[in-house]
Structure formats: C-alpha cells, structure tokens
Nanobody, 123 residues
Framework: QVKLVESGGGLAQPGGSLRLSCAAS????????MGWYRQAPGKERELVAT???????NYADSVKGRFTISRDNADNTRYLQMTSLKPEDTAVYYC?????????????????WGQGTQVTVSS
C-alpha cells in the first residue's frame, strides 16, 4: 500500500504565497508521476501541476508562472509553491501519485490520492 500525507495550505491574502507538501510512503518501487489537483465548491476536480519521474512538469494554464512544483527524491516528497495567489485559487487541493509498489512477491501499479488540504485566498 502507498499512502500520501499532505501538509501546508490554509488562509492567504490575495497576492500572498503558500506551500503545499505531499509525502508518499510505503513499499514504493518507483513514482512515475506525482502532482496536485484541486476542486472548488460546485466545480469538478482539475489538474494544477504534475511532475514526472524524469522531472518533466505540467501546469494548468491558470497557474503557469505563479505555481512551481518540485521534488525531493530522497524522501518521496513533492512540493507546490504557490505565489501571487488569487481568490479563484481557493479550493481543496489533492495530491495524487502513480507508480509501482512492491507487493508480497511482485510489483504492482498504484494510483492514490491524499486526503486533501484547504487553500483559501481572501482578504
């Protein structure tokens, strides 16, 4: 089993910054991709940013130039640095990870989500 633990988030003023962290634990063999999605009230969950095992990043157009996703491979942690925050960034942010983990005798694919963390941007 693979588990994700998110931290960070909270309340920020417009123009402010926050940093989210997501730590993956378990018998992970390889993390193929890890990233952040968000869901605002009444809206569908949408991609925010992802980073692949090779370090390739992908961002939603709405956050390009403001958010930065990074990784610390040493402890399977990914970070989302959010700057120039806007009220429309308000949402529950979910971490997602996909890859391979070691089962009893074989490697299996996993695709797991974190519990979500609230980000509120308001003055």
């Amino acid at each position: 089993q693979v588990k994700l633990v998110e931290s960070g988030g909270g309340l920020a003023q417009p123009g402010g910054s926050l940093r989210l962290s997501c730590a993956a634990s378990g018998r992970i063999v390889v993390i193929n991709a890890m990233g952040w999605y968000r869901q605002a009230p009444g809206k569908e969950r949408e991609l925010v940013a992802t980073i692949s095992s090779t370090g390739r990043t992908n961002y939603a157009d709405s956050v390009k130039g403001r958010f930065t996703i990074s990784r610390d491979n040493a402890d399977n942690t990914r970070y989302l640095q959010m700057t120039s925050l806007k009220p429309e960034d308000t949402a529950v942010y979910y971490c997602n990870s996909r890859g391979l983990y070691l089962d009893t005798i074989s490697r299996l694919e996993y695709d797991v989500w974190g519990q979500g963390t609230q980000v509120t941007v308001s003055s």
